[in-house]
C-alpha cells in the first residue's frame, strides 16, 4: 500500500488566488512527521513546511500552511495569494517512528502551475 | 554560505561503466542519504547513513554502492549492475535523532547511461 499519496497530479491556479494540494498518509505509528518540499524546474528540493503527530496546531510557514486531520490522516498544503514562482513541484513526505534515522517516504507529487 | 554541492551536475556513462556520483556538505550534519527520481515520480531512498563508517540499505540499494569516510563526503556509485541507472540523483543531509530536523537537499546530478 502506498504510504504517502498525493492524487492530483497536476493543478492549475490563478495568480493571488489560494490552492490546496492533497496528501493523505498510511502509517501506524504513533509519532510520525510529515513534511512538504517544493521543487522547482531547476531540480533542488525546497523545504516548505512541517508537521509533527502530536502538534495540536496546523503548521504555517508564511503563505504556507498545513490542514492537518489526523483522524483522516490527512496533511494536505495550502497555499495562500498564489504567485508566478510558486509554480513548481510539490511532494508531500512522511518520517515514521523515532527510530531507524530521519528516513523520509516521498509521494508522486502535485505539479502546479500558476497562471495569470 | 553553508550547503550541499553534488557534481557534475550532467553525467554521461556508456552501459557497463561503473560511475561515482559526489556529494559534500558543510553543514556538520551528521546524517546524509541518496534518493533517485525518475520522470513523474517522487524520491525514492537508495543509501543513507547516520555516522562516518556507517550505513544502512534504502529502498532501491541494489546495482548502487556507497561510503561514508569524512562527515562531510557521502559518493555514491552507481554500478554496471544498476539495471536503468538513467535519472535524477539528488543527495540531502540532516542533523541526526529526532525527525523534526528537515532534510536540505543538493542540486542534483543527472545521470544518462546509453
Known amino acids: 500500500a502506498q504510504k504517502i499519496t498525493q492524487t492530483q497530479p497536476g493543478m492549475f491556479v490563478q495568480e493571488k488566488e489560494a490552492v490546496t494540494l492533497d496528501c493523505t498518509y498510511d502509517t501506524s505509528d504513533q509519532s510520525y512527521g510529515l513534511f512538504w518540499y517544493k521543487q522547482p524546474s531547476s531540480g533542488e528540493m525546497i523545504f516548505l513546511i512541517y508537521q509533527g503527530s502530536y502538534d495540536e496546531q496546523n503548521a504555517t510557514e508564511g503563505r504556507y500552511s498545513l490542514n492537518f486531520q489526523k483522524a483522516r490522516k490527512s496533511a494536505n498544503l495550502v497555499i495562500s495569494a498564489s504567485q508566478l514562482g510558486d509554480s513548481a513541484m510539490y511532494f508531500c513526505a512522511m518520517r515514521e517512528g523515532q527510530r531507524g534515522g530521519n528516513k523520509l517516504t516521498f509521494g508522486t507529487g502535485t505539479q502546479l502551475k500558476v497562471e495569470l | 554560505d553553508g550547503g550541499i554541492t553534488q557534481s557534475p551536475k550532467y553525467l554521461f556513462r556508456k552501459e557497463g561503466q561503473n560511475v561515482t556520483l559526489s556529494c559534500e556538505q558543510n553543514?556538520?550534519?551528521?546524517?546524509m542519504y541518496w534518493y533517485r527520481q525518475d520522470p513523474g515520480q517522487g524520491l525514492r531512498l537508495i543509501y543513507y547513513?547516520?555516522?562516518?563508517?556507517?550505513?544502512q540499505k534504502g529502498d532501491i540499494a541494489e546495482g548502487y554502492s556507497v561510503s561514508r569516510e569524512k562527515k562531510e563526503s557521502f559518493p555514491l556509485t552507481v554500478t554496471s549492475a544498476q539495471k536503468n541507472p538513467t535519472a535524477f540523483y539528488l543527495c540531502?543531509?540532516?542533523?541526526?535523532?529526532?525527525?523534526?530536523?528537515?532534510?536540505?537537499f543538493g542540486p542534483g546530478t543527472r545521470l544518462t547511461v546509453t
Open positions: 547513513s547516520q555516522i562516518v563508517n556507517d550505513f
Open positions: 540531502a543531509s540532516s542533523l541526526p535523532g529526532q525527525a523534526i530536523y528537515e532534510q536540505y
Open positions: 553543514l556538520n550534519h551528521d546524517a
